[in-house]
Structures are given as C-alpha cells and as structure tokens.
T-cell receptor, first 110, second 113 residues
C-alpha cells in the first residue's frame, strides 16, 4: 500500500462549482497535513496547513483532516478558471520530510 | 511576500559532468530541503539540512549528491557525476521551523544529455 494516495484526475468542472480533492494515507503517525497548488513547470505553492484532525478555512478553501479514517480533503468553493492547476497533498509526522501524493490535475472551465 | 530563489532556472549538462544547483532561502528560515520531481511523477524528498548538517536523507541521495551552505546564505545541491536519470525538476524548500508549511522555490529544470 502506498503511503499517500491521491486520484490523479484529470478533474474538469464548470466555473462556480464546488471542487472536492482527497487523499488517503496509511501511516497513522502523520500529524501535519498540507495542500499545495502547482502550475505547470513551477514550484509547489502552499495553500493550506493543518495540524492533526479538524477543519481549517481560508477564503474559498477549506481543508479537512480525519485522522481516524486517514483521509484528508480540500474543498474549493466558487471555483475560478485561475484555480486550474495540479493540487498536491503532502504530510509529515515529525515536521521533517514531506510525503506527497501524486497530485490531482484540476481544470475549471469558464 | 518573501520568496525562495533558485538558480539557474534551467541547466543542460552532459552525462558525467558535475552540476551545482543554488537556492537562496527566506532570511529567517532555518530548515532547508531539496526535493525533485521527475516529469509526470510525484515530488520526492532528497535531503533535509539544519544547523549546518544533514538531518535526514532519502535512498536517492547517494554518494553522488552533496549539500552545503557555503556562505551562510546560499544553500547548494551538488551532483558529482550526472546520469540520464537525474533529469528532473529540483526544488529547494525552506521553513522557519518544522511546525510550519514549507515554502518552495520555482525549481531548476535539470536536463542530462
């Protein structure tokens, strides 16, 4: 079983839709969870950072962590064409190396 | 907004040559990392560096790789004798401590021919 699994997509939605992106993981020691956005041939850009279980909201973005199910989600409300990118989940257990998911390619159509 | 700066943005090198990739971390950051991403694949951890020494490294980070912070500002990754399979995007990431999200640079695209 892979340490972090993420559906690579591609995912295509109309502008204004609510987008749900998800990752599952196998290592119960993970405590820090992040979502990054990556445009083509660019570096990952940190969107959300959460510690342990719970929800965190920042503007149109909401991150959820369910440690009991080993499942994390990122919701994007009122999606915009500028949200079109690859979204990467990443996690770490001791604040050291990040383990990344494969990335989900999102396309928001006008 | 503070940035992690990487140079060069693109490097083409012949197999067997040495390359040095450079990173300028955000000024108050103390933890430094190198990651790589082969085209179409996951971002993979290479090495972490804190207090002027390697704190963790992956299996990929073999004797051909080395890191240093030669002048207290730049953070470099050296590949001694490049192989075709070293072709990838190399990302530097930094953090003020380990309880924060990491800031990534824009990357260096390394092409080994």
């Amino acid at each position: 079983q892979k340490e972090v699994e993420q559906d690579p997509g591609p995912l295509s939605v109309p502008e204004g839709a609510i987008v749900s992106l998800n990752c599952t993981y196998s290592n119960s020691a993970f405590q820090y969870f992040m979502w990054y956005r990556q445009y083509s041939r660019k570096g990952p850009e940190l969107l959300m950072y959460t510690y342990s279980s719970g929800n965190k909201e920042d503007g149109r973005f909401t991150a959820q962590v369910d440690k009991s199910s080993k499942y994390i989600s990122l919701f994007i409300r009122d999606s915009q064409p500028s949200d079109s990118a690859t979204y990467l989940c990443a996690m770490t257990h001791q604040g050291g190396k990040l383990i990344f998911g494969q990335g989900t390619e999102l396309s928001v159509k006008p | 907004e503070p940035e992690v700066t990487q140079t060069p943005s693109h490097q083409v090198t012949q197999m067997g040559q040495e390359v040095i990739l450079r990173c300028v971390p955000i000024s108050n950051h103390l933890y430094f990392y190198w990651y790589r991403q082969i085209l179409g694949q996951k971002v993979e951890f290479l090495v972490s560096f804190y207090n002027n020494e390697i704190s963790e490294k992956s299996e990929i980070f073999d004797d051909q790789f080395s890191v240093e912070r030669p002048d207290g500002s730049n953070f470099t990754l050296k590949i001694r004798s490049t192989k075709l399979e070293d072709s990838a995007m190399y990302f530097c990431a930094t953090a003020p401590d380990t309880n924060y999200g990491y800031t990534f640079g824009s990357g260096t695209r390394l092409t080994v021919v």
